[in-house]
């Protein structure tokens, strides 16, 4: 079975590698002409890497451990480590980086029908970083009204959402007493919009459509397909497909100026359906076109600086 994946792993591979060893050639976007090998921002490229490795291994985990036959852990972990890298900001850590690590193991935690770990996860996710509790009542929700003990599960789910916030509420309140500070300080983070896509140029906006395309085809071949698989198989390509209409949102309304790598957050959601539309169909000649066409725009897009 690994033999017909083997190619476009290694070729991905190379491009995924490409694409770091070149994000830490280009200035960052929010830090000016500063390059990783300076002396103030090693540790930050560092801690970034680490940070993104650690998501793709738990991607690989988790795929290996649940869904094996439908989504290949391999082809999962690179599509997420291509999408992440295409914004060179992404080595560079950020609130973002943590997370979504932490993001990862709350979907697990979801699937697995933990639910008060799972929201407790997402919690702590959107506390690092505040856009993601626009998130978080569409969560609530779904949990909630999926689930056959709606009472129990009702308030699990509360009790995993509200514990991080009290709990940072109440030391705030004590060591610090700054509490409507932070409150105010947080939902304005979580409600600043910057949809901003005046500066993004005609060859990543060509990589943009590119993957835009495969998702759509990727998602399509998804609902065919849907009710053909196992219950729990099922119940994943549901919930990726809601991360991936929230987190498009999110990438849209809080992208800026690309110095936060926020293509974090879609990066989770398309590598996980783009992994199952591949794992089926990766010897078709539509695929590996798709595949091609992909490869081409990121090398084009990545260029692009450099010209």
Known sequence: MRGKYSFWIK????????????????????RGEVWLFGDSHWLSGICGVLFIIATAFSLMAI????????????????FFLLIVLLNPSAVYFSP???????????????????????????????????????????????????????????????????????YLLCYRFMVTNDVKHF???????????????????IPSLFMVACIAWISLHAVSYMFARLYNNSIITEHILKMEFMCLVLGSAVFVLFRGDGSEPVNMVVALPVAMILSHYFTANINTAAARIELILLCCAVSVSRLSYFI
């Open 11 to 30: 070729v991905l591979s190379c491009l995924v590698a490409v694409l770091a060893v070149t994000s830490f050639l280009i200035p960052d976007a929010g």
């Open 183 to 201: 409150i105010d300080g947080y939902l304005h983070s979580a409600t600043q919009f910057s949809p901003s896509f005046t500066s993004v140029g």
């Open 96 to 166: 973002v980086h943590p997370a979504v690590l932490l993001f990862v193991w709350g979907q697990y935690s979801f699937i697995t029908d933990r639910k008060f770990l799972s929201m407790f996860l997402l919690s702590l996710s959107a506390l690092l970083w505040p856009p993601l509790l626009c998130v978080l009542p569409m969560v609530l929700v779904i949990s909630i009204f999926g689930a056959a003990d709606i009472p129990r599960v009702t308030v699990k789910s509360l009790g995993g959402l509200v514990i991080p916030f009290l």
């Open 63 to 78: 795929n290996t451990k649940s869904v094996n036959n439908v989504f290949n852990p391999s082809i999962t972990s690179i």
